[in-house]
């Protein structure tokens, strides 16, 4: 299904301030659709204004449907466009006209334009909303629903104004509160005319057992908030929304419970009358959340630990290397400090991080890095990295990294004939880690311009513990492939594929 903005560049000739405009209106519409118990269609002139494409739907979550088909990409022409066509070129809601079938499901059609306001003052019809009304349960309305209705009119008048939808602040969502969590309607001079029943228990739970109508809402917060700067923010942006501002959407704490609100000004015609109070009992969203917050501190202290143990059991043996006399044993135990080192790596960076996962470029840059200063060689070694590993989970970078600093020693170590007893490499000694995904899998590429491997080298029956490690962690942890080759222009590569379906990755 194509989007809003493929739609319309496609078969519009709307700008893109123009576009910008729409999907604010359709970030903000489920509030009109479920005050006005309504389907709401997006349609946007084509062919000269000679039919109507439907660019975007919302369905209420308070009343039936009238669609049971979405209607998105839709193109509307003749007698079927009459509505959309006097709100277009007229400027103005169209509410006139019989009730239209929809199969076997009677619906009321209405259209509001969308207006857009520019930097100049100059303003602009853009686009029409349907608003088309499920009859079929048509009924004498509640309180409830008429306080609905009015307060859609208003929004929707203002929708025709090109004052809403408000704009929208920095790292806030569209998805809550949303009207049936709690509605408040204020008068002109803040006080409630009407609260639903979730906002009433909102506000009990909050401490205030009377009933909300007549109220001054927001001196009401200031009473119950348990933070007096909290309960002022809270009151003074409803207050602003009663100026006919949008503040952002505020939080209140008060007797363990926590409610969010959000203010809209309602203002249809230019003309401030109030305004529309959303709340939203978020008490046990915010208890996960501290628990959630409590826990990662836990995870990031136990791998803060880890990382000093890790590091502790690296100085007893390079301690205990310092101390043995046979050689091989003195460089069996270096071996075991810079795999120990490495992984004390990643629960380093675990231990900064929120996330059970580690933006896993700079371990490499650090491992490829100790490689060359601690590798037991007479060559001056390059390091180099293309391509980027990204961000890990845990469970592939501990393993990798242990793969990756055994593949560097190796190709340090290993793939440099000592000064005087070989051809030195063109350009100089260089060992280049390259990194790219592909199909949901991770490849990773160790080569150098060395010497190459030796004739009739098998790398499954080799004795050596390096390759042992390397093979068996790359088969085993990671689920991989793992195969060491010769270049074509000389050297060694090791080309490891790691599989990334299964696991957490960005």
């Given at each position: 299904m194509s989007t809003l903005r493929d739609l319309a560049e496609e078969h519009t000739n709307l700008r893109p301030a123009d576009i910008d405009h729409l999907h604010r209106v359709a970030g903000d519409w489920q509030l009109l659709s479920d005050l006005s118990f309504a389907d709401l269609l997006l349609w946007v002139p084509v062919d000269n204004d000679e039919t109507f494409l439907c660019v975007a739907q919302v369905r209420p979550t308070t009343a039936p449907t009238a669609y049971q088909d979405d209607q998105v990409g839709r193109i509307v022409g003749g007698p079927e466009i009459a509505h959309l066509t006097i709100a277009?070129?007229?400027?103005?809601?169209?509410?006139?006209?019989?009730?239209?079938?929809?199969?076997?499901?009677p619906a009321r059609h209405e259209a509001i334009p969308v207006r857009l306001r520019r930097g100049d003052g100059d303003s602009e019809v853009i686009a029409v909303v349907g608003r088309d009304t499920n009859l079929s349960t048509a009924r004498t309305p509640s309180q409830l629903e008429l306080n609905y209705l009015t307060t859609a009119d208003d929004l929707a008048q203002m929708v025709a104004d090109g004052t809403f939808p408000p704009p929208r602040h920095p790292g806030e969502t569209t998805s809550a509160p949303r009207v049936g969590d709690g509605l408040i309607r204020l008068d002109a001079n803040g006080k409630v005319t009407y609260a639903s029943p979730n906002a009433q228990s909102a506000y009990r739970r909050l401490g205030f057992s009377a009933h909300l109508v007549g109220e001054d809402l927001a001196a009401l917060n200031q009473r119950l908030a348990t933070d007096p700067l909290e309960g002022t923010d809270v009151a003074n942006g409803?207050?602003?929304?009663?100026?006919?501002?949008?503040?952002?959407?505020?939080?209140?704490d008060a007797r363990g419970a926590t409610m969010l609100t959000r203010a809209l000004p309602l203002m249809p015609a230019g003309v401030p009358i109030g305004a529309l109070v959303l709340?939203?009992?978020?008490?046990?969203?915010?208890?996960?959340?501290?628990?959630?917050?409590?826990?990662?501190?836990?995870?990031?202290?136990?791998h803060h630990r880890v990382k000093n143990n890790l590091q502790t059991v690296a100085a007893l043996l390079r301690l205990q290397a310092r101390r043995v006399g046979i050689p091989a044993a003195k460089v069996a135990l270096e071996e075991s400090v810079r795999r120990v080192a490495s992984i004390a790596l990643v629960h380093e960076t675990l231990s900064m991080s929120s996330d059970e996962a580690v933006e896993f470029d700079g371990i490499v840059d650090r491992v490829a890095s100790a490689a060359t200063e601690v590798a037991a060689t007479e060559v001056a070694v390059r390091m180099r990295r293309e391509g980027t590993f990204g961000v890990l989970p845990a469970e592939i970078a501990t393993s990798l990294v242990m793969v990756l600093n055994e593949l560097l020693l190796n190709a340090v170590e290993h793939g440099f004939p000592p000064p005087g007893e070989g051809e030195p490499a063109m350009g100089g000694a260089e060992v280049v880690v390259s990194?790219?995904?592909?199909?949901?899998?991770?490849?990773?590429?160790?080569?150098?311009?060395?010497?190459?491997?030796?004739?009739?080298?098998?790398a499954d029956s080799s004795g050596r513990l390096g390759l042992q490690i390397v093979r068996a962690l790359a088969t085993g942890e990671l689920r991989g492939t793992i195969e060491l080759r010769n270049r074509a222009g000389g050297g060694t590569e090791a080309v490891l594929i790691v599989p990334l379906a299964a696991a957490r990755v960005r």
């Open positions: 277009y070129s007229q400027g103005r809601i169209w509410r006139e006209g019989d009730p239209v079938w929809y199969g076997d499901v409803m207050l602003a929304a009663l100026r006919g501002e949008a503040p952002p959407r505020r939080e209140l709340v939203r009992d978020i008490t046990e969203v915010r208890r996960r959340d501290r628990a959630l917050i409590t826990k990662d501190a836990t995870i990031r202290e136990i990194a790219h995904r592909f199909r949901k899998q991770l490849h990773v590429t160790v080569a150098d311009n060395g010497r190459g491997l030796p004739e009739q080298f098998d």
